[in-house]
């Protein structure tokens, strides 16, 4: 019994320990940030086992030069009048583990219209 229950503490510690994350990475989807909008800022955490794994604001403590964050969402204020964003990662249990970005706004119109259901719905038919 007591080999059993040394066996399990040594496994569950090399599987605890293979998932320590070592450094972040952002991972954005977009070239550009837009005014008013919640802006997806997606970070990476890559392991010591070489696994990747998305971290969420439970693992990333997030702050940004202008701006609030709500999850892993920038949301910028209409009226900012800046051409970029500095935003930084710090990974919560480590915070050596950092990374910052700087970050471009669109600058031009935004012309893409989004299409309502009834014509996303009449394009299936």
Same mark, same amino acid.
């Given at each position: 019994?007591?080999?059993?229950?040394?066996?399990?503490?040594?496994?569950?510690?090399? $599987?605890? #320990? =293979?998932?320590?994350? /070592?450094?972040?990475?952002?991972? !954005?989807? *977009?070239?550009?940030?837009? &005014?008013? @909008?919640?802006?997806?800022?997606?970070?990476?955490?890559?392991?010591?086992?070489?696994?990747?794994?998305?971290?969420?604001?439970?693992?990333?403590?997030? $702050?940004? #030069? =202008?701006?609030?964050? /709500?999850?892993?969402?920038?949301? !910028?204020? *209409?009226?900012?009048?800046? &051409?970029? @964003?500095?935003?930084?990662?710090?990974?919560?249990?480590?915070?050596?583990?950092?990374?910052?970005?700087?970050?471009?706004?669109?600058?031009?119109?935004?012309?893409?219209?989004?299409?309502?259901?009834?014509?996303?719905?009449?394009?299936?038919?």
């Amino acid at each position: 019994m007591k080999l059993f229950l040394l066996s399990f503490f040594v496994i569950v510690a090399v $599987s605890a #320990s =293979a998932q320590k994350v /070592d450094s972040i990475y952002f991972n !954005l989807y *977009t070239d550009s940030l837009k &005014k008013g @909008v919640h802006n997806y800022i997606n970070v990476d955490g890559k392991c010591s086992n070489g696994q990747w794994l998305p971290l969420t604001q439970k693992e990333i403590q997030f $702050s940004c #030069s =202008a701006g609030r964050f /709500d999850g892993n969402s920038l949301i !910028l204020d *209409t009226g900012y009048a800046e &051409k970029s @964003v500095k935003v930084k990662a710090v990974l919560k249990e480590n915070p050596t583990v950092q990374k910052e970005v700087t970050i471009y706004l669109k600058m031009g119109p935004d012309t893409e219209k989004v299409k309502t259901m009834e014509e996303v719905m009449r394009k299936k038919s």
